[in-house]
């Protein structure tokens, strides 16, 4: 079954790598969509795979890279969204 998350992550994760944490864990598991960091200092996922995958994904987002702080992850489900045919970063 497949997935249509946006993924929110927040803490201190921008200018730790976690755009390319994101972008490696997502070719990992197969899960297509972006990542991009906000003005607020969030970063922002929109992901597309399957179900067992995606849990996987989540889970590693959770942890992010090393030098990263998540303080919380907040995951809706996607309705409407573009199909991807892989995973990459916006700048």
Same mark, same amino acid.
């Not at 922002?44 to 090393?66: D, H, N, T, W, Y």
């Given at each position: 079954?497949?997935?249509?998350?946006?993924?929110?992550?927040? /803490?201190? @994760?921008? /200018?730790?790598?976690?755009?390319?944490?994101?972008?490696?864990?997502?070719?990992?598991?197969?899960?297509? /969509?972006? @990542?991009?960091?906000?003005? #607020?200092?969030?970063?922002? @996922?929109?992901?597309?795979?399957e179900?067992?995958?995606?849990?996987?994904?989540?889970?590693?987002?959770?942890? /992010?890279p090393? *030098?990263? %702080?998540?303080?919380? @992850?907040?995951?809706?489900? *996607?309705? #409407?969204? %573009? #199909?991807?045919?892989?995973?990459?970063?916006?700048?």
């Amino acid at each position: 079954m497949i997935e249509k998350k946006e993924i929110m992550i927040k /803490g201190k @994760v921008q /200018g730790v790598c976690f755009r390319a944490f994101t972008l490696k864990a997502a070719r990992s598991f197969d899960i297509k /969509g972006t @990542v991009k960091n906000l003005f #607020n200092g969030d970063v922002q @996922v929109i992901a597309i795979g399957e179900k067992m995958q995606m849990e996987s994904f989540i889970r590693a987002l959770q942890q /992010g890279p090393r *030098l990263a %702080r998540v303080k919380k @992850v907040v995951v809706s489900e *996607l309705k #409407n969204v %573009r #199909n991807y045919a892989d995973f990459r970063i916006i700048y």
